[in-house]
């Protein structure tokens, strides 16, 4: 037996891909899914729905092509970020399937599954054409013109429950705002990135804050404002305070700065206040959030959020069964806003710890590959990315269950909406592309036989 000498060239790497394991993965979050249909058939009518191996099956189709897309376009990819995208979004179709049966005249699962279609569509073409992220920062600029422009148009159509963010054509309807959160995250990131260094190192200093020069600073802070303000007059207050989330996180990423994290806390409650105060709409929400029994005080009976307490408190540890909760109670948002209190429940808070773990890991997974790309602009894009899902779960988590004013914000993957399904579904196709030059080898490392210390976390 001889060992290499010096001058032998290293040996073939064999990286690991994991696309195995996604694999498996999925099988088992379709299987998941498809236990669930049937169990709300079985509890609501004794008998396995008829079209449960049709929903398996197109379940199960949509994942494979996702799978093989992956596979065969970002074969590094992170193998966790599909398998948690298609369980989340079949436990979403299971639960308004549920819901629907509650209201035979309003069924929304059929439209959703053609929602959830087109978004796997999306996820497909993003994996496929997109090569290289970075082809997206020259485009900055033009993404936030188109943002701003999705955001203003909803203002020339008819509200919707208090707030102008759609735009009904015929039987068609759609939310721009949500396609906006992704241009604007765009181009944050560029712009961040081109000037990272002169928003961190110049300008005056004020007790512990590098103020950055209005130069510098201006024009994202103006394009923000806009945009804000934009949100306000549209009292879609939910997305307003999840771009001034982004904003603040992606500053304090790029910067380094923990002064901006105070900054944005403060800002944050003096706009929550003068809203709350002087704009009708949120000024409601916010009292129905200080006391969500008071209409029942009033002999009225209870309102959405009341109702919602009351189904997670029913829901206990274990929940009632799927199909076995009266979460329809709440109203016309059920399959909404407050879908997570269906899965309160008839889940419990077991069943809620899950879902919960599966948001968390979706989201640590696109902090974990922005942490491991070596360009500025991914690192901020896939840090930015995972913000989105984590201030929007967080964003309605809190408000159905009382912990923040409700906001209308749609449950990412769970919830009754096609844009904002849509947009999900091309959230995670960025991340997977972002991951897969994250855990790529570079060619360097091949050559010399010395594998990147993030992706020897990854073996």
């Known amino acids: 037996m001889t060992a290499p000498t010096v001058d032998a060239p290293p040996p073939e790497l064999r990286l690991p891909k994991r696309r195995g394991v996604e694999l498996s993965l999925l099988i088992g979050a379709v299987l998941i899914s498809v236990y669930g249909y049937a169990a709300v058939g079985l509890a609501h009518d004794d008998a396995v729905p008829p079209d449960v191996v049709g929903y398996g099956g197109g379940l199960g189709l949509l994942a494979l092509l996702a799978h093989l897309a992956v596979r065969f376009r970002a074969p590094y990819a992170d193998p966790l970020l599909l398998p948690i995208a298609v369980l989340l979004n079949g436990v ?35 994996v496929v054409f997109l090569r290289d992220h970075r082809v997206l920062q020259r485009y900055a600029y033009l993404s936030v013109a188109a943002a701003l422009v999705l955001m203003i148009v909803p203002i020339f159509f008819p509200a919707v429950n208090g707030a102008k963010i759609w735009i009904r054509v015929g039987g068609f309807s759609f939310q721009p705002g949500e396609f906006a959160k992704i ?11 081109a000037n990272h260094n002169a928003l ?48 603040v996180i992606l500053l304090y990423v790029a910067t380094g700065r923990t002064g ?8 944050a409650a003096v706009g929550a206040f003068v809203v709350g105060s002087f704009e009708p709409h949120v000024h409601s929400r916010v009292q129905d959030w200080l006391d969500p029994f008071a209409s029942i005080d009033a002999g009225q009976g209870p309102g959405q959020l009341a109702q919602s307490l009351f ?18 109670l709440i109203g016309f948002a059920a399959k909404s806003d407050f879908i997570l209190a269906t899965a309160g429940e008839e889940l419990g808070l077991t069943g809620l710890t899950a879902l919960f773990m599966l948001y968390a890991l979706l989201v640590a997974r696109g902090y974990r590959a922005g942490l491991a790309l070596r360009d500025a602009f991914g690192r901020l894009l896939a840090i930015g990315l995972a913000s989105i899902l984590a201030l929007q779960v967080f964003v309605i988590a809190g408000g159905v269950m009382g912990l923040i004013p409700l906001t209308g914000m749609a449950m990412p993957f769970l919830a009754q909406g096609g844009s904002s399904v849509v947009t ?4 995670v196709a960025l991340l997977i592309r972002l991951s897969d030059v994250a855990r790529r080898p570079h060619p360097d490392e091949v050559e010399t036989g010395v594998v990147a210390t993030a992706l020897e976390d990854e073996l």
């Not at 209201?103 to 569509?121: E, F, M, N």
């Not at 510098?216 to 404002?225: D, E, N, T």
């Not at 901006?260 to 800002?267: C, E, K, S, T």
């Not at 029913?314 to 979460?327: D, F, K, P, R």
């Open 92 to 126: 979403g179709l299971v639960l308004i399937y549920r819901l629907d049966l509650e209201t035979p005249k309003d069924q929304a699962a059929p439209t959703q599954l053609i929602w959830s279609t087109l978004g796997v569509a999306f996820f497909i073409a993003v």
């Open 200 to 247: 961190a190192y110049t300008g005056r200093r004020i007790w512990k804050l590098q103020l950055p020069t209005g130069r510098v600073l201006g024009p994202i802070v103006a394009i923000w404002l806009i945009s804000v303000g934009v949100l306000v007059l549209e009292r879609d207050l939910g997305t307003s305070l999840l771009f001034f989330g982004l904003f």
């Open 424 to 427: 999900n579904w091309i959230i």
């Open 260 to 267: 901006w994290i105070a900054v944005g806390l403060l800002l």
């Open 183 to 193: 241009l604007l995250a765009v181009f944050f990131a560029a712009y961040l990135a």
């Open 311 to 328: 189904a997670f408190a029913a829901g206990g540890m274990l929940g009632t069964g799927l199909g076995l909760g009266h979460s329809i």
